[in-house]
């Protein structure tokens, strides 16, 4: 995975958030609360996930959302999935 050392080249150290099958692999607000410190500058979030394939609910990310937006932190997306299983995406 390339996420650690985009940040790295970014002059930052990489904290990764492990998440547990049992919660479908996704970063809940209280993981995320618990892990920013005053260090935090950002967050890469991807939904759908790979390898995981996780797609986040909208109230998921409103959770996800206040935290960012009470810590000002970055977010950064991968939207390389978004058009994945359409077809006209790859028709062009």
Do not use: Q
């Amino acid at each position: 995975m390339s996420y650690p050392e985009i940040v790295k080249l970014a002059s930052g150290i990489p904290k990764i958030i492990k998440t547990e099958r049992n919660g479908g692999f996704k970063l809940s607000g209280d993981m995320l609360s618990s892990a920013v410190s005053k260090k935090t500058k950002g967050l890469i979030l991807n939904s759908p996930s790979n390898p995981t394939g996780c797609v986040y609910r909208e109230d998921e990310l409103k959770s996800l959302a206040e935290i960012i937006e009470k810590n000002g932190l970055w977010v950064m997306s991968d939207e390389v999935y978004e058009k994945f299983g359409n077809y006209s995406a790859f028709s062009h």
